[in-house]
């Protein structure tokens, strides 16, 4: 018994490692065996991917320019009148003066280019004046209504190389003062009920009558060229202008625009009897009527006497 008991513990150890190997050496049963990998194409070395070439940006010569010549000077007008005072006397019958000038910096070439044009305005003190307006009235004519200007140039003359419609555009114009559409005339403060149409109507009423009495003129070829910059005009004042302060204004334009303007003054004073009538009037009213009527009775009983002495 003790032999037997030896002989299957060896047996049972023999077979317990015959199952050990078995086990290593083959899957277990019901498993399946993974699949063959497919056979992977041969692989290439990969070459290297030149970089792209830029090519070098080209140089841009630097931009020449022409060496600038000095700019020129702008254009500038000065201009003086033949007398700057004129004596008003008793024999006083109107005069003319003489308003010349020259361009400065003038680049026309000659007189006859026409590159510049020069309006002359001479504008006389500004007075008061109440302007009138006279209506048929059953047959008759009588003043129906009037307005009165606290200031209007009491004379007003303009001379120019050409047509101010073709010198320069009427906003010149008028912010100038330039042409008798655009003579300063103040209203007085009655006058603010006005319209639009009456104020011209009574501006152009103003203007008629004062041009038709010589006090108002226009010459539209009056300025002539006499070289490359010099320029004369000649201008008439009547008998009946009012002494004072004239103010003479130029003004230089070149393709419609103003380039310069220059202004002088012109006097008409009176002399003699005339300035000392006129003084003691003003300085001493009372005196003056009382003066005027003595000398109007004087002269009165002086033409009795005569017209008596001769009857008798």
């Not at 010149?172 to 003062?177: C, D, F, T």
Request: proline share 8%; with cysteine; net charge neutral.
């Amino acid at each position: 018994m003790g032999v037997r008991a030896g002989h299957s513990g060896t047996i049972a150890a023999l077979a317990a490692g015959l199952l050990t190997a078995c086990a290593l050496l083959w899957p277990a049963v019901g498993q399946t065996p993974p699949p063959p990998l497919p056979p992977q194409p041969p692989t290439v070395p990969l070459q290297p991917v030149p970089a792209p070439q830029i090519a070098p940006p080209t140089p841009v010569a630097p931009e020449v320019r022409a060496p600038e010549g000095p700019s020129l000077p702008r254009e500038a007008v000065h201009a003086d009148v033949s007398t700057r005072r004129i004596a008003v006397t008793s024999t006083f019958s109107g005069t003319g003066i003489i308003v010349f000038g020259a361009v400065d910096n003038s680049r026309q070439a000659s007189a006859e280019s026409g590159l510049y044009d020069v309006v002359i305005v001479i504008s006389g003190a500004p007075s008061r004046l109440v302007a009138r307006k006279k209506s048929n009235v059953g047959g008759l004519w009588i003043n129906t209504s009037s307005t009165t200007f606290t200031s209007v140039p009491s004379y007003y003359a303009i001379s120019s190389t050409r047509p101010l419609d073709e010198v320069a555009s009427d906003d010149v114009l008028k912010s100038s003062g330039i042409g008798f559409d655009f003579v300063p005339m103040t209203f007085h403060r009655s006058a603010r009920n006005l319209t639009a149409d009456e104020i011209r109507e009574w501006r152009d009423a103003v203007v008629r009558l004062k041009r038709r009495d010589r006090l108002y003129q226009q010459d539209e070829y009056g300025v002539a060229f006499v070289g490359r910059s010099l320029f004369r005009s000649a201008f008439d004042m009547p008998a009946t202008v009012t002494v004072g302060a004239f103010e003479t204004r130029v003004y230089l334009f070149r393709d419609g625009e103003l380039l310069s303007t220059y202004t002088t003054k012109l006097d008409l004073e009176r002399e003699g009897l005339e300035h000392f009538v006129h003084r003691f009037a003003f300085d001493h009213p009372f005196f003056y009527g009382v003066l005027t009527v003595l000398i109007a009775v004087g002269a009165g009983m002086l033409a009795s006497y005569v017209f008596n002495r001769n009857k008798a």
